[in-house]
């Protein structure tokens, strides 16, 4: 029982990860048709801006290190702590969560220009070469990464107040070796949130019903004044930004490295014909469940039982899907099957 | 399929789509049904003039690479089977894209598929290049079936996923499990004591690892180079084959119109899946290929940035024309072997005649596309390729060609007609 509640939680981190980049795939699917093959590399681009921060943060000065005397030594001291002294060093400390400050606007910005610039002119490309050219922009923003930022993973801690554990089996009653590192707990939160606050925003705001009714029917709501394209502009841009900071908080779980988009995109596919092309909730529920299963797969007991489970079992679970329900968990009739 | 039966089915699928019923789809089917009269035409002459002239000079061509393509710098022997081999890669992906239009995203799956096998036909059996290239072949094309099997289930995008899907699956599992048989990160290498069967019957073990070889012929160098051109010299004739007989047609308009076909009759999944197995089959012998000019295989073959790449060779020579894959796979093969050769001391060598304060920024900038940064400059080409001329370097030559002989013309308005073929054949 305790494996089982322990690996349900190991599940949820990153379900969460690949619900929110595959909400944000649906999401550009649903209102533009385009398929973004380089929204894994967003992904990765959120999980620079964590790095960005972190370095900004602690840009440091040489100092003269007076304690010692025998000769000249120098420490580097980061700005913010010789401004504001310990709360400057709280600051840094916490420079995971405030990268998402840096990450929203970036991301959005980067977003908007994408779909402007690039996006726009393959809305009426068949889906192959929507698929070609941003597998082409996703090698050229990891290429990017990769010469700014070096080819080996960077270590990003989380806030020293959620270095530990959650004692979750005392919570539950179940004892005491269910512990479970608390960042995780905050990232399966956190994506709760981003969906919440993303569903909401589609079924509560005047703009998220004009949306949605774009997504049914563009030329219909074009032909009652609506500038549908803008709307589905900024859509594409938080669909951008749900990628971007999806992947900043991810990074104290996982050290970003230039090709991390790309794992987690072909996952993000596979939860995506797994919840339904075009389906929301699909997407997520999809996303929380193969994340789950991934994380049962790798239990020990599994493993040996059948080796190599791990590494194949959300395949597996793409393909016995695509047979036995084409449409995937939540599809709807009539999308993407001509 | 009997020629008769699919020459009817095409004309009737054409004419199905002829109505204006359909709608939107009504400007698409015109194109469709004239070039469904094109293939007609192509049909009765399975081997037209044309293509004797076609294969005449791909064959003069490639046997002469190593002589007109010092030119460039590019006359040596591994680079010329790079070439060769990867443009196989390119003519089989291109019979399953360029013709039914099936895009697929794991197609290094089988290529490295094909480069174990053959390896391990060089640890076990023997170390001529024929069984390997067999098994080889052999591997690409059963792994192809039971993928394709499965995959075009689905089409369009749904189809591009499972193949991603089914490649990053090997790749993983070649890291993982199946470490006994890809021997993990370091690769498949050959030993000193494997068994090889065969060669044991005729000549006892020798020190040292053995070479590969054609019944003696070195597989290196020239010779080596000469075996990869014949085999891509055959392979370009079985896919020209392939293109203009009746198969090839039918997939031909599963591309065109699937569900046309469907409407007449026709189960489309068969061809599709033949279609698959051979271009996987292809695959399966490129990889062998590399193999037996360097006998190691490794996993990274199978990633999916090798999967790109082949894409992207196909669609730089142009998709669904005969020349351009390999034509493809040959610009990629010598860029790559040109851009990553580039340091920083050969860039200021280069920009040294600049002025300093300049050439310190473009030696910085252009260092970013060369050496280690070549895969940056291979997503940019991707990018400007689709965006600006998707049919690629043969869509290019056409649109000079065309223009040319407008001027010589004296200048007359393009046809409209002109545009749509173009756009189709996109």
């Known amino acids: 029982m305790d494996a089982v509640v322990l690996q349900l939680l190991n599940g949820l981190d990153k379900g969460g990860a690949y619900a929110l980049i595959a909400l944000g795939l649906t999401l550009i699917f649903g209102t533009l048709g385009v398929v973004n093959f380089a929204h894994g590399a967003l992904f990765m681009l959120g999980a620079f801006c964590a790095v960005t921060m972190q370095k900004l943060l602690t840009l440091s000065a040489r100092v003269k290190d007076t304690s010692v005397t025998f000769f000249d030594s120098y420490t580097d001291v980061p700005y913010l702590k ?101 960042w995780r707990l905050v990232y399966f939160g956190f994506s709760a949130l981003v969906i919440a606050a993303v569903f909401a925003f589609l079924q509560l705001t005047t703009f998220g019903m004009v949306v949605r009714a774009g997504m049914r029917d563009r030329e219909t709501v074009g032909l009652l004044g609506i500038n549908i394209e803008r709307r589905f502009t ?22 970003p490295d230039y090709h991390m988009g790309m794992d987690f995109l072909v996952l993000s596919f596979v939860v995506v014909v797994v919840g339904g092309m075009g389906s929301l909730p699909g997407a997520v529920a999809a996303g929380f469940l193969l994340g789950i299963l991934q994380s ?43 | 399929m009997h020629p008769a039966l699919s020459r009817k089915h095409i004309a009737l699928a054409g004419r199905l789509g002829s109505g204006p019923a359909l709608g939107p789809g009504y400007f698409v089917s015109c194109v469709a049904g004239a070039a469904d009269a094109e293939w007609i035409t192509e049909m009765t ?9 076609l294969l005449l000079s791909f064959t003069v061509a490639v046997l002469l690479m190593p002589i007109w393509l010092k030119a460039i710098g590019a006359g040596y022997p591994d680079l010329l089977q790079k070439f060769a081999i990867y443009g196989i890669f390119a003519i089989g992906f291109n019979i399953l894209f360029g013709l039914t239009g099936y895009l697929s995203f794991g197609h290094a799956a ?46 369009g995008i749904y189809f591009s996923i499972l193949t991603l899907a089914f490649a990053q699956m090997s790749y993983n599992l070649a890291y993982s499990v199946l470490t006994p048989i890809t021997n993990g990160e370091t690769g498949l290498q050959l030993a000193r004591n494997d068994p090889r069967v065969l060669d044991r019957l005729f000549i006892e073990a020798g020190p040292g690892i053995p070479h590969t070889t054609l019944f003696g012929l070195p597989m290196v160098g020239y010779s080596g180079f000469y075996f990869c051109a014949v085999i891509l010299i055959v392979c370009f004739y079985i896919a020209l084959r392939i293109t203009r007989s009746p198969f090839g047609m039918m997939l031909k308009a599963v591309k065109s119109n699937q569900n046309r076909l469907k409407y007449a009759g026709v189960n489309t999944r068969p061809y599709a899946l033949t279609a698959f197995v051979i271009s996987g089959s292809f695959a399966g012998l490129a990889g062998a290929l590399l193999a037996v000019t360097d006998p190691l295989a490794g996993a990274e073959r199978m990633q999916w940035t090798a999967s790109g790449e082949v894409v992207l060779m196909t669609i730089l020579g142009g998709v669904g024309t005969m020349l351009g894959p390999v034509l493809g796979a040959a610009i990629i093969k010598y860029l790559e072997n040109i851009f990553s050769s580039f340091n920083a001391q050969t860039l200021h060598a280069f920009f ?75």
Do not use: C
């Open chain 2, 110 to 155: 089988f290529l490295g598929v094909g480069s174990y096998t053959a390896v391990w036909t060089f640890k076990l059996l023997s170390m001529n290049a024929l069984p390997a290239i067999f098994f080889g072949v052999l591997a690409g094309g059963l792994f192809a079936l039971v993928i394709g099997f499965v995959s075009l289930r689905r089409s």
């Open chain 1, 296 to 338: 049962f797969a790798s239990m020990n007991e599994v493993k040996s039982l059948l080796p190599g489970i791990d590494q194949i079992v959300i395949y597996l679970v793409a393909v016995l899907v695509l047979l036995l329900l084409p449409r995937g968990l939540f599809g709807r009739k009539g999308v993407m099957e001509e």
């Open chain 2, 352 to 426: 040294g005649f600049l002025p300093d304060a300049i050439e310190k920024p473009v030696v910085a900038v252009v260092g970013l596309f060369v050496g280690d940064g070549w895969q940056l400059t291979l997503g940019v080409l991707f990018m400007v390729l689709v965006i600006f001329l998707p049919g690629g370097v043969m869509e290019g030559v056409r649109r000079l060609s065309a223009w040319g002989s407008r001027l010589r013309a004296g200048g007359q308005p393009r046809k409209p007609a002109d545009k749509h073929a173009v756009e189709h054949s996109a």
């Open chain 2, 45 to 53: 002459t399975p081997t037209s003039h044309k293509d004797r002239v």
């Open chain 1, 234 to 255: 900024i859509v594409f841009g938080i669909a951008v930004v749900v990628a971007g900071v999806a992947g900043a908080m991810y990074t104290p779980i996982l050290p």
């Open chain 1, 82 to 182: 010789m401004w504001f002294g310990d709360v400057g060093l709280k600051i840094i400390d916490y420079a995971v969560p405030l990268s998402i400050l840096l990450a929203i606007p970036v991301m959005l910005l980067l977003g908007i220009v994408m779909e402007r610039s690039l996006i726009r002119h393959f809305y009426r490309r068949p889906h192959a070469d929507q698929i070609l050219v941003t597998f082409g922009l996703a090698i050229v923003l990891q290429e990017i990464i990769k010469a700014v930022f070096g080819a080996n993973p960077i270590p990003t801690p989380a806030p020293d107040i959620v270095a530990g554990s959650a004692n979750v089996g005392a919570w539950l009653g179940l004892g005491a070796n269910v512990v479970y590192p608390w």
